[in-house]
């Protein structure tokens, strides 16, 4: 049994889910692939939001490999940091504007 | 970040019988990823032959005033390998017949060979297309009697490439040492005002991008796209074309994938951005290269691996064209390094 849920290894046959269904799995890649190409925005600029989410999204393998794809692009560390604060900071402004339907719901209750 | 050369520190990595055991072994002998044997094998493309010569490397010496941490030469102040006048002579005799159109010298940092500035005389005086000198940047500034190369390169319209690995301080300085990119920066500031890379100049400055660790270059137009806006918006400078080139798993990036235990994922990476349409153009096809002593290789990597062509000539001397051009090429696993992505070569990509 192993000791832990994620095992670095395992990216790397991120393809074999095709394997138990192929046509999903085949359409997934395709789409995948076709959003990440160069487009209205820069493949640089998708590889700094796909950066930001993956960390969002809290998923090692997307973190270890938009690093690898930051550093293979040329993208310095000053501004990988600055798009996991951007993502960082959209997520801490999911919680605290909920603070807001707590404020109503404070007032709504109180005399 | 080594200030030696394997070689001094008789790293066992120096030994070449070494790296090409370390490349056969692991990963690619429990089946785990293919040879490069294998894999250009399913393309059709195996035994790997040449086209046609159109390249002459010549790597004048192993002398280099650095010790990049990524250099596959193992370079550096403590090697003492120099091409002799005599070899150059050797090489110059070939040069007349070659058909070759482009001269290509190399090192270590060729400037630092006693008898490069007599060489290069003798070589412009015969022709070549293309007239290529690997200049590592910092050696213009490194000592007093090297601040006039950019005139001197001017005088015999030598194309100066150059190495550059990021627009920032400390990537480059990481890579390539202490000080290494302002000296960079103030060289090519030299450079551009005798004219070279200068917009519509015919003074050629290209610039050579390699990734700063384990991972590859992406696309090389874009990397042009950010180094063109970043040098010139932050310093002024100009240059003409960016190559990008794959860092290959031998010498002293071995060693640091293997200290850095990428060496694996490295290999992988390489062997999932294999792409067969590199294969034809890989540089090994059109280029000779020859070491300071002479003998003749597939190519710089080949050089350094000790691998010499597999032909009955082997040495300038002794240098015949048609004779080089019915070989097999020799190769390894190193060999993915050029088929990734776009390719690599010493030119950048080749697709």
Known sequence: MKKTYYDPADLKKFSSITEWSKELGDKFFEYYGKVFEEGALSAREKSLIALAVSHVVKCPYCIDAYTKDGLQRGITKEEMMEAVHAGAAIESGATLVHGVQMMNKYEKLSM | ?351
């Open chain 2, 1 to 351: 970040m080594p200030t030696q050369s394997l070689h001094k520190r008789k790293n066992e990595l120096a030994n070449t019988e070494k790296q090409l055991e370390i490349l056969s072994n692991g990963i690619f002998v429990n089946g785990e990823l293919p040879t490069f044997k294998e894999k250009i094998a399913e393309t059709g493309q195996f035994p790997l032959r040449p086209r046609k010569t159109e390249i002459l490397q010549i790597n004048v010496g192993y002398m280099c005033n650095q010790v990049c941490s990524h250099c596959h030469v193992d370079a550096g102040p403590d090697r003492k390998e120099i091409m002799t006048r005599e070899t150059m002579q050797q090489c110059l005799d070939v040069i007349k017949y070659t058909g070759a159109h482009t001269l290509d010298l190399t090192g270590g940092a060729p400037e630092m060979n006693p008898s490069f500035r007599w060489f290069v005389e003798e070589a412009s005086k015969l022709g070549v297309k293309d007239f290529i000198v690997r200049s590592n940047l910092t050696i213009i500034m490194a000592n007093k009697k090297y601040h006039d190369l950019p005139g001197f390169f001017k005088k015999h319209k030598i194309h100066v490439v150059s190495s550059m690995p990021h627009w920032t301080k400390g990537k480059t300085d990481r890579q390539r040492g202490d000080g290494v990119f302002n000296k960079s920066i103030s060289a090519l500031k030299k450079l551009n005002a005798v004219g070279y890379g200068m917009p519509d100049s015919d003074l050629k400055l290209d610039l050579i991008y390699n990734p700063s660790g384990a991972f590859l270059p992406t696309d090389q137009a874009s990397m042009e796209k950010d180094f063109k806006k970043v040098l010139l918006e932050d310093f002024g400078i100009h240059f003409h074309e960016l190559f990008a080139i794959t860092n290959l798993p031998i010498s002293r990036f071995l060693d640091y994938l293997i200290a850095s235990e990428n060496y694996e994922d490295y290999m992988y990476s390489l062997v999932e951005a294999f792409n067969p349409a590199a294969v034809q153009n890989v540089m090994c096809t059109n280029t000779i290269s020859v070491s300071w002593d002479g003998w003749l290789y597939d190519c710089d990597f080949n050089q350094m691996l000790g691998l010499k062509v597999n032909s009955p000539v082997k040495h300038i001397k002794d240098y015949n064209e048609d004779i080089l051009n019915d070989r097999n090429i020799l190769i390894s696993q190193h060999c993915y390094g050029c088929t990734a992505g776009s390719g690599s070569s010493c030119q950048g990509t080749v697709t």
